[in-house]
């Protein structure tokens, strides 16, 4: 069974960095793409970053872009996003995602819990 | 950036009602079109993808249709199950993007 296993969520303050991790299993990581998604409470699902299963393709949202980066280290199983400069309006659920395939432009067919980020002085 | 708009945004049906989902995609997307339900407190799920495929495991009550910027999802038998929020995605090219949702409740 699929499980992605979110992680580094919390409270911080405006400017601030923070670092989001994601523990999957029950798949061969390496084989796939691997995505954040976020979602303030009551709203809507905003995609943010996506990386292709070696890091060759990474994408960004406009709105995270050069405040944001994601990583992956295969050899750790482990999705990273580090988060820079953080801002009031980056206050949501982030959720993991999984690709359906190697390639990052493809649908997410499994997605983790969320961890929370707030970001307030 | 593509935008996604769906609509309704809200509908109320009953169970065992067909209700049908649009998603317009602001420039052509081919056929990169996926469809998430998101149950209240839930992660989303995927249904379709590639705007006429079932997900894995996915019930065949759910069926999706369209090509180019036009999209549908349709649900043939509301089940308890599908009061929910509905998503489509484009994968078309990045960023990726989500339309605004499709919440449907119970009549």
């Known amino acids: 069974e699929v499980q992605l296993v979110e992680s580094g969520g919390g409270l911080v303050q405006p400017g601030r960095s923070l670092r989001l991790s994601c523990a999957p299993s029950g798949f061969s990581f390496d084989d796939y793409a691997m995505h954040w998604v976020r979602q303030v409470p009551g709203k809507g699902l905003e995609w943010v970053s996506g990386i292709s299963w070696n890091g060759g393709s990474i994408g960004y949202a406009d709105s995270v872009k050069g405040r944001f980066t994601i990583s992956r280290d295969n050899a750790k199983n482990s999705l990273y996003l580090q988060m820079n400069s953080l801002r009031a309006d980056d206050t949501a659920l982030y959720f993991c995602?999984?690709?359906?395939?190697?390639?990052?432009?493809?649908?997410?067919?499994?997605w983790g819990q969320g961890t929370p980020v707030t970001v307030s002085s | 950036a593509i935008q996604l708009t769906q609509s309704p945004s809200s509908l109320s049906a009953s169970v065992g009602d067909r209700i049908t989902i649009t998603c317009r995609a602001s420039?052509?997307?081919?056929?990169?079109l996926a469809w998430y339900r998101q149950k209240p407190g839930k992660a989303p799920e995927l249904l379709i993808h590639?705007?006429?495929s079932l997900g894995s495991g996915v019930s065949s009550r759910f069926s999706g249709s369209g090509s180019g910027t036009d999209f549908t999802l349709t649900i043939s038998s509301l089940q308890p199950e599908d009061f929910a929020t509905y998503y489509c995605?484009?994968?078309?090219?990045?960023?990726?993007?989500f339309g605004g949702g499709t919440k449907v409740e119970i009549k």
């Open positions: 420039q052509s997307i081919t056929t990169s």
């Open positions: 995602a999984k690709g359906m395939r190697a390639w990052d432009l493809l649908p997410l067919d499994s």
């Open positions: 590639d705007a006429s």
């Open positions: 995605q484009q994968f078309n090219r990045y960023p990726l993007t």
